[in-house]
Nanobody
């Protein structure tokens, strides 16, 4: 069994910075995930992909966050990060961590709420 636990959410002012973390625990080696990603779901909206990072370090970003957010992973700490720079009101959402192994089911964290407000 694998657990993904997010932290770092909270209230942040527009233009400030915030870092989200997702710690993985369980039998599946963190560094072996084919891909990991951050998703978000704003009130009344569908869940959307924010950013992803492949095992080889290749990253991909949604257009709305490109240039402002950075996804990274530290295999030695079993941790996935999302650095949110210059967050805007539209970035308010529940942010969830996702892990895709090469075989078997995908894994999801329960999410952490980020509220961007003056």
């Amino acid at each position: 069994q694998v657990q993904l636990v997010e932290s770092g959410g909270g209230l942040v002012q527009p233009g400030r910075s915030l870092r989200l973390s997702c710690v993985s625990s369980g039998f599946y080696e963190f560094g072996s995930f084919k891909a990991m990603a951050w998703y978000r779901q704003a009130p009344g909206k569908q869940r959307e992909l924010v950013a992803s990072i492949m095992r080889d370090g290749t990253t991909n970003y949604a257009g709305a966050v490109k240039g402002r957010f950075t996804i990274s992973r530290d295999n030695s700490k079993n941790t996935l990060y999302l650095h949110m720079n210059n967050p805007q009101l539209d970035d308010t959402a529940v942010y969830s961590c996702h892990g895709a192994p090469y075989f078997g089911e995908d894994y999801w964290g329960k999410g952490t709420l980020v509220t961007v407000s003056p």
